[in-house]
Structures are given as C-alpha cells and as structure tokens.
C-alpha cells in the first residue's frame, strides 16, 4: 500500500520568513495530494491540493510543488504570519474509480515566532 | 463545503462498554469514511462507509470492533465496541462532496476517553 513520509516534523520560522514542508510517496499511482491544517483542538482543513496533471499550484501565500518523477511535493507557503502556526499533513490518493481513501504523512508542527 | 456534524463532540467510557457515534451531513455526498487519530498523532482510515452494504476496512481494523452502518448518502454511524484505553482516539468522519472528484472533507470529530 501507499506510504507517506514527512519532513520535517516540527518547523519553527520567525513571522515573514517563508516554510516549506516535504513529503514524499511510495505508490506511483497515486494521483491527488491534499495538504491540510489541523490547529489544536480542531478538524483538519483542506488548504490546497494538487493533482498528478499539474506540476505546481498556487492560492495567495501557499503553493503547492509536485514532483512525479521523484515522487515528492512540498507546501510552500510565504510571508508567514502568527495564525499559521498549526500542525499541517500531506496525503496521497490515488483517486477515481471509486478509490478515495486518503493516506496522510505524520504531520509538521509549524510555529511562526511573532 | 458541506457541513458536517458528528454526535457525540465527546465522551467518557468505561472499558469494556461500546460506543455509537454519528456523522451527518447537509447534502448527499458520495463517499464516507472514518478515520482515528491518536493523541498528537497523524489519521488513519478506519473504514469506508458504503451505503447500503458492509463497510470495506483497512489492514488492521475488524467489523467486529468496529461495525459501521450508512443508510443513505447523508447520515452513518461508527460503533466502538468492547471498549479499552487504547481506543481513547479522536474518531473523524470525512466526505467527498457529490459533484465533486477527490476532495475530503473532516467532521468536528468525537474525542473518546475510555476509563
């Protein structure tokens, strides 16, 4: 089955610089990669995600890179601010044919240093 | 997104006792599933609610323990049964909007403790 591996698992940066979180898959039929963030004590919420088709996607400060060769993608995200401090996971799925199940990395707990 | 809410928010269990939660949603959706997620740990699926026949479970989880039931394209149930402390979990369910192709999306979650 798929893995998901996650780095790093904690990340601190000071408020404005950028973050950029790693993941990595096993399974090269995959096809969909969510990312979500989970802030203490609440659901995880889809921030963006990204499809096997397209190699980079963007909405305001976060962007999403997909490497299928190496079979990696990573979160970016810029200009960070005090309220993007939260736990984010990545997830691969491979998706259609009535095939959604997700499975997600470990997680990284970002703290933005004000 | 759909709304979704769950029932119980939390609970506190005695072992060996079974617990029921529900997952409903505003508007039909095509696909369920439930999901654990441990203390400070990442989610892990449980199961795919199908509606209308048996749950498909992942490596690692039973019917037995966890029977689960969906009726129609808004609403299942999970159950924990014969309850331990190592089944003291954050239960999620998500849903795939109908209309929609991949994307998931969480319910509040039941935070179970069990005693």
């Known amino acids: 089955g798929e893995n998901v591996e996650q780095h790093p698992s904690t990340l601190s940066v000071q408020e404005g610089d950028s973050a950029v979180i790693k993941c990595t898959y096993s399974?090269?039929?995959?096809?969909?990669f969510p990312w979500y963030k989970q802030e203490l004590g609440k659901r995880p919420q889809l921030i963006i995600d990204?499809?096997?088709?397209?190699g980079e996607k963007k909405d305001q400060r976060i962007a999403v890179t997909l490497n299928k060769t190496a079979k990696h993608f990573s979160l970016h995200i810029t200009e960070t601010q005090p309220e993007d401090s939260a736990v984010y996971f990545c997830?691969?799925?491979?998706?259609?044919?009535?095939?959604?199940?997700?499975?997600f990395g470990k997680g990284t707990k970002l703290s933005v240093i004000p | 997104s759909a709304v979704i809410s769950q029932k119980p928010s939390r609970d506190i269990c005695q072992r060996g006792t079974s617990l029921t939660i529900q997952c409903q949603v505003d508007?039909?959706?095509?696909?369920m599933f439930w999901y654990r997620q441990q203390p400070g740990q990442s989610l892990t699926l449980i199961a795919t609610?199908?509606?209308?026949?048996?749950?498909?479970?992942e490596s690692g989880f039973v019917i037995d323990k966890f029977p689960i039931s969906r009726p129609n394209l808004t609403f299942s149930t999970l159950t924990v049964s014969n309850m331990s402390p190592e089944d003291s979990s954050i239960y999620l369910c998500?849903?795939?909007?109908?209309?929609?192709?991949?994307?998931?999306?969480f319910g509040p979650g039941t935070r179970l403790t069990v005693t």
């Open positions: 990204i499809r096997s088709n397209v």
């Open positions: 508007s039909q959706v095509t696909m």
């Open positions: 997830a691969a799925s491979t998706g259609g044919a009535g095939s959604y199940q997700l499975t």
């Open positions: 609610a199908n509606q209308g026949s048996e749950a498909t479970y």
């Open positions: 399974d090269s039929a995959s096809n969909y």
């Open positions: 998500s849903v795939v909007r109908r209309g929609t192709t991949y994307e998931q999306y």
